[in-house]
């Protein structure tokens, strides 16, 4: 059973960090992508970032280069979203999610309803 479990949210001010971690059961990490998805109230649900499963590469979505990157420890079957730099329109709920055919290209893997498996989401907050 796939399951997909969030955390790390909070309320922080501009210019803070943020680690979020999506513990992962049910699959293996070096074989599915993980994507990191967030929604603002009366948004679309967006991509962040994403790492592949086979290679471990990343991608990253533009309004988050340079401030997020991600990682995962298979050890830990945890994938992790380093976010520095935050600013008020990083503001959402984040998601993990996974389900794209391992040989998915990123065209594919950015688009939220490629995905099966999400988790239940954590707040992120970034205000003064």
């Not at 960090?17 to 998805?37: E, K, M, N």
């Not at 929604?39 to 340079?66: H, L, N």
């Not at 008020?88 to 099966?116: F, K, M, N």
């Amino acid at each position: 059973q796939v399951q997909l479990v969030e955390s790390g949210g909070g309320l922080v001010q501009p210019g803070d960090s943020l680690r979020l971690a999506c513990a992962a059961s049910g699959f293996t990490l070096d074989y599915y992508a993980i994507g990191w998805f967030r929604q603002a109230p009366g948004k679309e649900r967006e991509g962040v970032s994403w790492i592949r499963g086979s290679d471990g590469s990343t991608y990253y979505a533009d309004p988050v280069k340079g401030r997020f990157t991600i990682s995962r420890d298979n050890a830990k079957d945890t994938v992790y979203l380093q976010m520095n730099s935050l600013k008020p329109e990083d503001s959402a709920v984040y998601y993990c999610a996974t389900g794209p055919s391992p040989l998915a290209g990123w065209d594919i893997l950015v688009r939220p309803h490629e995905y099966d498996y999400w988790g239940q989401g954590t707040q992120v907050t970034v205000s003064s």
